[in-house]
Structures are given as structure tokens and as C-alpha cells.
């Protein structure tokens, strides 16, 4: 069993458009984020999630949206994609905040061109 | 001033040999400390996690946590061709979940 799963793995898109990327947990977690991990494999955190209540909101821009239906699932919603947007983009969770550890999902590697 | 700083590498060792990770971090109100491992192409995989000043071991791998000097590493032992990954130091400062993480170093194990 996949404990973070994410959906898709490749995303190629143009500038412009706007899609969403999907990331489900079964771990029984309470805290969910995401990650961009750029080219030079610098992993930054984006959001985090605790009980559907945003907890961190790095600077980012408001083109970026997270969306959580419920407490196993985080999805990410980018508008008007930049090409500067291009990464890899990660989901993770933890049991709770604080000193937790957290699990990775595969990954979505988005291109936008 | 860079949070967490690791040296990029690449890091090369014999198989067999012991390889040494380094991490410094610049918040001293850190509270937990934890290495990943990344293949390329692949997601960060936790290998060990630190709270405490000291050693903690887990079979092949030793995490050494110095809070006075900011500093925190990744021995690894009898270093395999498998163990080739870029090596994530990542230090979370417990008040609001705020995990950050170094760039990496890239290790090579040459068998």
C-alpha cells in the first residue's frame, strides 16, 4: 500500500493554464504540506495542513492555492502557470506537528513550457 | 545567511569505507534534526531522526547531534554502491511544524 500517493506523476503544460495536482495520505496523519524542489534540488516547503486548518504559508505566490477536502487529502491548485513554475513538486505528512517526522510522496514533475 | 547548510559535494568513498555528512543550522531553537535519503528521480526517504545531543545509531547509520555548536551529522558505515544518493539534512524547530531543509550532499560510494 502506497502511504502518499500522488497524482499526476508528469504534468506538462503551457503558460497560462491552470491545473491541480492531487495528494492523498493513508497513514492516519494529521498534518499534510508540499514542496517545490527546484532544479537544483533545493526542497522548500510551500503549505502545510493540520485538521484543515493552514498552518504555514511560505511566500509564495497567491497563484497557488491548497484545497483540503478532508484530512487524507491535500491538493495543490496553480493558476496561470509561470515558467519559472517548473519543478518538482512533493507532497509529505506527519503524524502531527512539531517534532515528527515526514513521509514523501513520489512526486509530480511539472514542465511548463 | 543560509538555515540549514550542507556541503553540496560530491562525496566519494570506497565501498566499505566510512562516509561523514555534515550540517550546520543557524536556528538555535531547533528541536529535531533528520536525514533523508534521494535517488535521483526518487522522493526524500527518511533514515534517521535526532532530538537529543549525542549518538543514535541504527544499524549502519549514526546521527550525531551537537546543539551547542549547531551542528549535525550522518555517519555511515561499511558505505555500500546503494548508499550513492543525495543525503538531505532537515531540522524542524518544533513551534510550528517549520521543517527546513539543507541542499544536500551528493555521496558516491565507488565500488
Known amino acids: 500500500d502506497t502511504a502518499v500517493s500522488q497524482t499526476p506523476k508528469y504534468l506538462v503544460t503551457q503558460m497560462g493554464n491552470d491545473k491541480s495536482i492531487k495528494c492523498e495520505q493513508n497513514?492516519?496523519?494529521?498534518?499534510m504540506y508540499w514542496y517545490k524542489q527546484d532544479s537544483k534540488k533545493f526542497l522548500k516547503i510551500m503549505f502545510s495542513?493540520?485538521?484543515?486548518?493552514?498552518?504555514i504559508n511560505e511566500t509564495v505566490p497567491n497563484r497557488f492555492s491548497p484545497k483540503s477536502p478532508d484530512k487524507a487529502h491535500l491538493n495543490l491548485h496553480i493558476n496561470s502557470l509561470e515558467l519559472g513554475d517548473s519543478a518538482v513538486y512533493f507532497c509529505?505528512?506527519?503524524?502531527?506537528?512539531?517534532?515528527?517526522?515526514?513521509?514523501f510522496g513520489p512526486g509530480t514533475r511539472l514542465t511548463v513550457t | 545567511q543560509k538555515e540549514v547548510e550542507q556541503n553540496s559535494g560530491p562525496l566519494s568513498v570506497p565501498e566499505g569505507a566510512i562516509a561523514s555528512l555534515n550540517c550546520t543550522y543557524s536556528d538555535r531553537g531547533s528541536q529535531s534534526f533528520f536525514w533523508y535519503r534521494q535517488y535521483s528521480g526518487k522522493s526524500p526517504e527518511l533514515i534517521m531522526f535526532?532530538?537529543?545531543?549525542g549518538d543514535k545509531e541504527d544499524g549502519r547509520f549514526t546521527a550525531q547531534l551537537n546543539k551547542a555548536s549547531q551542528y549535525v551529522s550522518l555517519l555511515i558505515r561499511d558505505s555500500q554502491p546503494s548508499d550513492s544518493a543525495t543525503y538531505l539534512c532537515?531540522?524542524?524547530?518544533?513551534?510550528?511544524?517549520?521543517?527546513?531543509f539543507g541542499a544536500g550532499t551528493r555521496l558516491t560510494v565507488k565500488p
Open positions: 509529505a505528512s506527519s503524524q502531527t506537528t512539531g517534532f515528527h517526522e515526514q513521509y
Open positions: 495542513y493540520n485538521n484543515k486548518e493552514l498552518i
Open positions: 497513514l492516519g496523519h494529521d498534518t
Open positions: 532537515a531540522v524542524n524547530n518544533g513551534d510550528n511544524n517549520d521543517m527546513r
Open positions: 535526532i532530538y537529543s545531543n
